[in-house]
């Protein structure tokens, strides 16, 4: 499996390509962008220090890798609904 690309600017960690992840590790306010939309991401993405820098890459690497996969699931999950959504809103414009 590819490694998840994961960048850290301050305290926000960038998870992923598409969609990214961002993650305020301070505030955990963080946030899904995917097709152009920054979405809330409503979930605790627990990182320690240590793993931060570097001291346990394989942990980080799993860690990050679960936590993306579940981003990936619940932007996909959001994709369909909306594309629901709008079906149903054309078929009420018929």
């Known amino acids: 499996m590819e490694m998840t690309k994961i960048q850290q600017e301050g305290n926000l960690l960038l998870i992923g390509d598409s969609p ?44 990050v890798d679960y936590y993306y996969d579940q981003a990936c699931r619940i932007a996909e999950g959001l994709k369909r609904a909306e594309e629901y959504r709008n079906r ?3 078929i009420k414009e018929r």
Do not use: H, W
């Open 20 to 63: 990214l992840l961002i993650v305020d590790l301070d505030s955990q306010e963080n946030y899904l962008v995917f097709d152009g939309k920054k979405r809330p991401y409503q979930r605790e993405v627990a990182l320690s220090r240590d793993l931060l820098e570097g001291k346990r890459s394989n942990v980080l690497k799993t860690a």
């Open 88 to 90: 149903l809103n054309n």
